[in-house]
């Protein structure tokens, strides 16, 4: 088990309507080797990939680091999402001198088109927002990547700020948790 502040992880295993998330395990890595090397998912991501290096350069268990959740339907690894510590050199901040966690989502193409990221991503937001309560999330993905856009907007993320990096136009967004009074 690791520990950010006061948050131990991994969590329990996070149950939604169709799908689990939960640490990544030694059986996940087939799929995590899919999913880095797939031209369709590297598009707006740097790229895939070479599938042979991946082969020989992935750990037994790939992604086992606080923040990643693997996300299962039916047993099987589809896509994952991360909520990792943004890095503080880059363009785009909401809090700049507290540290920011920022959202990051990845899914296999056979996955696409289900609403299975929205309900993923919803589901891991539930969880930070309870286990760090008004801490904002942020999120940047290129404004060419309609289906992240889309995403983003279904999640609630509200737009902050739009720069140039990577050579394309970067969208940054916030989250905040709602909570009922
Ligand atoms: C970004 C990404 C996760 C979006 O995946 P997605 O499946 O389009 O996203 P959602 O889960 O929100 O699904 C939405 C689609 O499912 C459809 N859908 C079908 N059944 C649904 C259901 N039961 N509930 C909700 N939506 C449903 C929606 O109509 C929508 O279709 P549309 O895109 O044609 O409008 C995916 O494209 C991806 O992994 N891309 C590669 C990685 C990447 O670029 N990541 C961004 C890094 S910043």
Redesign the pocket.
């Known amino acids: 088990m690791t520990e950010r502040g006061s948050v131990v992880w991994p969590p329990a295993p996070i149950k939604t309507e169709r799908l689990v998330l939960r640490e990544s395990e030694a059986r996940d890595r087939a799929a995590f080797i899919d999913l880095f090397a797939s031209p369709?998912?590297g598009?707006?991501?740097g790229g895939p990939r070479s599938r042979d290096e991946l082969e020989r350069t992935s750990p037994e268990v790939p992604g086992r680091r606080f923040g990643l959740f693997v996300v299962e339907l039916d047993g099987s690894m589809i896509?994952m999402i991360t909520l990792d510590q943004r890095d503080a050199e880059r363009p785009g901040h909401v809090r700049p001198d507290a540290g920011e966690t920022e959202l990051?989502?990845?899914?296999l193409p056979r996955?696409?088109?289900?609403?299975?990221?929205?309900?993923a991503c919803a589901a891991a937001l539930g969880w930070f927002a309870d286990a760090l309560p008004a801490e904002p999330v942020v999120?940047?993905?290129q404004t060419a990547?309609d289906?992240?856009m889309?995403?983003a907007a279904?999640l609630g993320f509200i737009e902050v700020e739009r720069f140039e990096e990577y050579g394309a136009e970067q969208w940054f967004g916030v989250w905040r948790p709602t909570y009922d009074e």
């Not at 996955?111 to 309900?119: M, P």
């Open positions: 369709e998912v598009t707006y991501v896509g990051g989502y990845l899914f996955a696409w088109g289900r609403g299975y990221a929205a309900e999120l940047c993905t990547n289906p992240s889309r995403l279904k």
